[in-house]
């Protein structure tokens, strides 16, 4: 494959003929709009027939304003600091050994991701910047918007000098082609996969190559009994209903019972006054009414994506991260609390927070500028991956004649 | 499996404790030595039974030395920094979230081994003080001297305040149990493979779980057109006859064509006196004579852990490298030159060096103290092992009330 030789060259582009072609590809996609959304009408009209959900269909659509929005995110990644050939670490040794451990690429990544044509060019624009080869493998849903938005974006890297190859789209909706690509360890360095769990699970029990996962967020905030319960309201009410769409939205609220009776009816009635529906423990249901539906043992695990919430009322910090431990998917978990060092300790999850909404668990909100997605992993990359994330490093050392003894 | 839930413990450990651990297993070894002798001599009687190869059967003993220089290690892991806790990196929001990257232990780290018994005390400690639990799988040839040290350490272990199941063993040598164990990811973080290759890559292809390869060092040194010849023989020697039975020791000298006239007849002169055959290319025999054996195709990729050289005359820099990338294995290249920088810019290797052997890649040499092993992967770690190297990270956000807008 084309990919793994061209990372070899990419890793050598100076930062200036990589910027130079983002801000070309950002002018080509506004350029090229409607034949974009001129492709993207096609798998809309396939989505339709097929009766896709409306959720579904919103994603996949691509407006003028989201493709002026791709342009801009390509804008902003060109102005990002290039990681690559940054000194991370000087070592001097006592024999005269100068030691530097230097960013590089990590070399060809194939990133396998479902519906939003968008990321199409999001990925393109962080490994070009990041000096990385991709492999891009779409859902089949999206896959004429998807190779339109490659073509246009290819087409204007190359004219700017990027190596050819580096930039490749896998083309074959069949996803036996994915099980093959998983294979070639000696080709493709990381696999990025992003989309569904069932997706994830398969893509990482059939590769031989890393995987950096990026799972669901079954995300709490667990409000205890010195919590400023005013403040707490307001990040509780933001981190379920600001977007609850996104992986870093809470699905599970807990409650000190200590504090239950004072904080749970007023909150579960501005939940509800939102359209947010609840499913309450017996002591939440007990509290607040029959306006709250039982939570069942499964709900406790779920990612809603929705205006839907588990509510459930704890003795205390320590059945609140006895909780989240066991039901958790280890995204992102706040306490609203005055102290909060046990809980912040104890929560083995890649964003612990005090007194804000887990809503923040982003790339850009962490200064990173945009981000590739939210590793739920621990090995290499956690919590949100932006341009360093995607680098690895080597050591080059200087000597003048050393020898071991 | 209790590995998991005690590293949710052990991370918790304070420093004083897990060095007071550290310690007194090192008291440990020494008091117990005559027991894990014993121990060592059923696996030696086993091994001669066999008829294992003599090197096999060194690797594999336990002298009254060595068990010394085990509890030696673990006193140095002691006396090592403790990675966890630190303070990575600190942001600060223009909407006022703190956000800190603290290092944080892995969790269970599974590591499969061959041979040398000393691995299990030196993992043992590597993972204890880095806060991460151990299953330890070693090779059936050494198991009963594995079982007894295991056995030393953890009594001791608990006996300091380690959680029970911090460490564990896999007493059963069927391979298929290693098998089951990569599919539980669950319950181990991180699988770490030291060993032959053909072991690494099997479990590379079984894994369900995060591996970080140790794989072979096929090392070179390139010596330019540009280089100090006497200090270039010097370095040359150093890296294939100093330990020619290690990882980073050099298996391929590449020399440019403009001064092999100069430099390999004295060179390949005293490569033979130490007793190092040499397998060259067809231009290396025109200038050495028939001292030199021819070298096949398959010789450019070999690691030969033995007093055996490739040699091979190269038009340039740009010879070299190819050649590196072509056959190497990533692990430790070094160019010896007056100017450098495309060498160390194009070879992708984790070390590369400038006028200094390659037997300089080791955890203890880079200042790192002891290492679990050479990671020639390029996701999370890369060189050499040490303790920072089995960290991860998370992500803690102090707020004051924030929502996302």
Chains 1, 2 share one sequence.
Not at 27 to 38: F, W
Not at 41 to 58: E, G, N, R
Not at 155 to 172: F, L, N, Q, T, Y
């Amino acid at each position: 494959m084309a990919s793994k030789a061209a990372s070899r060259s990419l890793a050598l582009v100076d930062t200036h003929t990589k910027n130079k072609a983002l801000q070309g590809m950002a002018g080509a996609l506004i350029e090229k709009k409607a034949l974009i959304m001129k492709a993207n009408l096609k798998d809309l009209k396939f989505a339709k027939s097929k009766k896709l959900s409306s959720a579904l269909i919103d994603r996949l659509t691509l407006s003028s304003a989201r493709v002026d929005a791709m342009a801009r995110s390509l804008n902003e990644i060109a102005g990002l600091k290039d990681p690559i050939g940054d000194v991370i670490e000087t070592i001097r040794r006592p024999n005269g050994l100068l030691i530097k451990k230097v960013r590089v690429p990590i070399g060809s990544i194939l990133v396998i991701y479902e519906s939003r044509p968008n990321v199409t060019s999001d990925c393109i624009g962080l490994c070009l910047k990041s000096g990385n080869s991709v492999i891009l493998r779409g859902g089949r849903e999206a896959i004429n918007s998807n190779i339109a938005i490659f073509e246009v974006l290819n087409a204007e890297a190359k004219r700017c000098g990027i190596p050819d190859g580096a930039i490749s789209i896998v083309r074959d909706t069949d996803r036996s082609i994915v099980w093959d690509l998983l294979k070639v360890s000696a080709l493709i360095d990381l696999v990025i996969p992003r989309g569904g769990e069932s997706l994830i699970r398969e893509v990482t029990a059939r590769s031989r190559i890393p995987v950096i996962k990026h799972y669901k967020g079954v995300c709490h905030t667990y409000v205890d009994a010195s919590a400023d319960l005013d403040m707490a309201g307001e990040i509780c009410f933001n981190a379920k209903v600001q977007r609850p769409g996104v992986c870093n939205a809470m699905e599970t609220l807990l409650v000190s019972e200590d504090i239950a009776k004072d904080f749970l009816p007023w909150m579960i009635d501005r939940f509800r006054h939102a359209g947010v529906q609840i499913r309450g423990c017996p002591k939440t249901r007990k509290i607040a009414g029959s306006v709250v539906r039982k939570a069942v043992e499964s709900d406790w695990y779920k990612e809603y994506l929705d205006l839907i919430l588990s509510v459930r009322v704890v003795r205390g910090v320590d059945e609140a991260i006895t909780h989240i431990m066991k039901y958790g998917s280890y995204h992102s978990d706040a306490i609203d609390k005055f102290r909060a060092a046990k809980f912040l300790a104890r929560v083995d999850s890649a964003c612990v927070y005090v007194n804000a909404s887990t809503r923040f668990t982003d790339g850009s909100e962490f200064g990173k500028g945009a981000e590739i997605g939210v590793s739920t992993d621990k090995i290499h990359a956690r919590g949100p991956m932006g341009l360093e994330e995607l680098t690895s490093y080597k050591y080059v050392i200087y000597g003048n004649g050393q020898v071991r003894r």
